[in-house]
């Protein structure tokens, strides 16, 4: 009877459990009928439909049937939301991720040692930097910097063209720039300013040193009008020009990844954990990162031979007229039958924004902000490929004809003409 017993029981315990199951299982029915009546009332997605049902149904029978679904939909959508709003900050900020660098920057073999301390040039060293009205006032903090470097330079060119610049305002010389009863101002024999007739715009803060220097040996650095440099900037900058003359020397630019939008191209950036230590790779020293642009808020160094064409280098497209950095590079990269090449250095020496830059980037919009905003940087970039692609024609239709006729041989002339179509490609 015993075993009987615990029969009944146990099968009466399992049929009151089938019959709470049934019931449980009807008022489930029911819910799930109603809401998946409101969800159709208001034509809501099968996504919204499932965090309805989940939040008042999470066991329902519905969300076994498409648990896999869901998860895999979930994740989709959560990597191409990322992807987009990536995306659209690469369009306005540019890029620093490793496959961009890779593809738009190029190892360069060339080994520094570091700076001496009793470095001294054997070349003069000249600053150049140019202002605006409304700066022209502001600019100590930029020229005590300057003045306060490892390595004076031998002149420093403040840039003040005459006329009205841009924004409608009239240039003039502040006091503590123009010269006293004594033949100087009040940064000594060291700051110099120049006063060109035509306004170059942003490119004032190489082109009028140049016309002005005429060694073709001569170091001339351009910088901003906004930032305080380290102290060990031009020093480093001239210890690379020392080592090699033959490269344009900056410590930030960038290259361009052209892509499928309105705006053509964005800019890569290349951190310093991303730059070089000096390590050989495929017979190749990762000491340095060449690019396309150097960014003269950080300081470039140019030799004065680097210029040989001023007439093209002074009349820039009107497409460039902002974009500095992209025109200079254009022409050190097109204008001339060799290209020079643009370098980083491997040192960390970023400039910092003044105290009067700090309180107007609150409030005002930057010049790269503009260039930004009216995708000035692609019809830059036209405009050079199509000006200077042309004259490097020119060039090279011209060297040849005089390499031919010096040599007076076929073999010669051939080899020159691919070399020469080797440049445009790179």
């Known amino acids: 009877m015993l075993p009987s017993k615990h029969f009944l029981s146990s099968h009466g315990s399992t049929s009151n459990s ?17 809401l998946r009546n409101i969800t159709n ?9 499932y965090v309805v049902l989940v939040r008042h149904f999470p066991k329902s029978r519905w969300y076994d049937q498409h648990k896999k679904k869901i998860h895999y939909t979930s994740c989709a959508v959560f990597l191409i939301t990322l992807i987009m709003i990536y995306f659209n900050v690469m369009l306005y900020h540019g890029t620093f991720l ?20 009793s470095f001294k040039p054997d070349f003069r060293v000249a600053i150049s930097l140019t202002t605006m009205p409304h700066h022209v006032e502001k600019l100590h903090e930029t020229l005590d910097s300057l003045m306060s470097q490892s390595l004076l330079p031998d002149v420093i060119y403040v840039v003040i063209p005459q006329g009205a610049a841009r924004t409608g305002q009239v240039h003039y010389v502040p006091t503590y720039l123009a010269d006293n009863e004594t033949g100087k101002n009040s940064y000594s024999k060291h700051v110099r300013v120049l006063r060109p007739t035509r306004d170059y715009g942003p490119l004032s803060k190489l082109y009028p040193a140049i016309a002005e220097e005429k060694d073709p040996t001569t170091l001339i650095i351009s910088l901003d009008d906004d930032k305080i440099y380290p102290s060990d900037l031009v020093k480093t900058i001239a210890w690379y020009s020392h080592r090699r003359d033959d490269v344009a020397w900056g410590d930030c630019g960038w290259g361009f990844q052209r892509i499928p939008h309105s705006r053509e191209v964005i800019p890569i ?28 808020v950080c300081g470039n160094g140019y030799r004065r031979k680097f210029f ?3 007439d093209i280098l002074a009349n820039p497209p009107q497409e460039c007229y902002t ?23 491997k040192e960390r020496l970023e400039p910092i924004s003044t105290d009067w830059k700090k309180r107007a980037e609150q409030t005002q919009w930057t010049l790269s902000h503009y260039n930004t905003e009216n ?26 004809f005089v390499t031919f006729y010096k040599n007076n041989s076929i073999l010669p002339f051939i080899l020159t003409f691919f070399e020469r179509i080797q440049i445009i490609l790179i």
Request: charged letters at 20%; hydrophobic letters at 40%.
């Open 308 to 310: 040989k064409r001023l």
């Open 41 to 49: 009332k208001k034509k809501l997605s099968w996504l919204t439909e």
């Open 375 to 400: 995708m000035q940087d692609i019809k830059c970039i036209n405009a050079i490929e199509k000006s200077l692609s042309e004259n490097m024609a020119s060039i090279i239709v011209s060297y040849l």
């Open 98 to 117: 490793p496959p961009f660098v890779q593809l738009r920057t190029s190892a360069f073999d060339a080994v520094i040692p570091p700076v001496p301390l």
């Open 323 to 345: 974009t500095d950095d992209l025109w200079i590079s254009g022409y050190l990269q097109f204008a001339d039958k060799e290209k020079i090449p643009r370098v980083l250095m």
């Open 269 to 296: 950036y290349v951190p310093f954990i991303f730059r070089g230590d000096g390590k050989y790779i495929l017979g190749t020293c990762l000491e340095h990162t060449e690019l396309e642009v150097l960014q003269a």
């Open 18 to 34: 089938v019959t709470t199951n049934t019931s449980t299982s009807t008022s489930n029915s029911r819910m799930l009928h109603s």
